[in-house]
């Protein structure tokens, strides 16, 4: 390690411990501080120069998402570098795209298979789903499950859906049961959903600290039984 990267590390770390020293009621404390299930984060351009040999070596992050497109024409401008290092020091790396419900859907497809390559995938690709782009919701229903299966067909295996819970209940009750969730809910208790459907995968904290990383980054951990062997990538 260089010099200048021992003195970045030592000063990450003195931060950490510093967050962490405080008392008990401490927010910055999360889940993977006191459990045992399997943890991971998503990462994107916001985060900007992110630390990975650090990363690596010290966190208890097993896998990252890694933003690669929004859209049909908008490229993440870290994702080849942040995907590249990822793989480099250890991480169990997937690739995930901002859906966009107005956006022709083929262009959106052509845009993430430009980065998001099957050879560098451990994990299979998520969408993310945040926005109905102001359409009705059956209108960005239809435009969104046409996606899903123009993905599902590009890359033979039916992809990660990501989304928060008010969103799902509002929009997407009974619309995607064929899919395994991510879901975003920022409090201590477990999410469940109105239909109470079995859940994936947690986000549990868009605020969370990694020595690595400097800002906050999204946590996730998986539910339940589930494990890390349900979204490996079939190549």
């Known amino acids: 390690m260089t010099f200048f990267r021992y003195i970045i590390t030592l000063g990450l770390l003195g931060i950490t411990m510093g967050i962490f020293a405080q008392d008990d009621d401490n927010p910055y404390i999360q889940c993977e501080d006191t459990c045992s299930h399997v943890h991971g984060i998503d990462l994107s351009h916001y ?26 024409d908008n490229i993440d401008s870290r994702y ?14 997937g690739s995930y795209h901002f859906f966009r419900p107005r956006t022709e859907l083929t262009k959106q497809l052509e845009n993430f298979k430009t980065q998001c390559r099957p ?4 994990l299979i690709p998520m969408i993310d789903i945040e926005a109905t ?21 590009a890359y033979h295996q039916k992809p ?3 989304t928060f819970r008010n969103f799902y209940n509002k929009h997407l009750l009974g619309k995607i ?17 109105a239909d109470e459907r079995d859940i994936t995968m947690w986000q549990y904290t868009g605020k969370g600290n990694i020595v690595g990383v400097r800002g906050f980054v999204d946590k996730s951990r998986f539910m339940g039984h589930h494990g890390l062997r349900e979204i490996r990538y079939r190549h």
Request: charged residues 30%.
């Open 177 to 193: 049961d064929d899919y395994q969730l991510m879901i975003a809910m920022y409090t201590d208790e477990e999410p469940v959903l």
């Open 119 to 122: 050879g560098e995938q451990d």
């Open 47 to 72: 985060q900007g120069e992110v630390f990975w040999e650090i990363v690596g070596e010290n966190t208890k992050m097993t896998y990252v998402y890694l933003k690669a497109t929004e859209g049909g």
């Open 133 to 153: 782009g102001n359409l009705p919701t059956e209108e960005f229903c239809d435009s969104l499950l046409k996606f899903l299966v123009m993905v599902e067909k």
């Open 80 to 93: 080849e570098r942040n995907i590249e290092l990822a793989h480099r020091y250890g991480l169990k790396v």
């Open 160 to 162: 990660l859906l990501y």
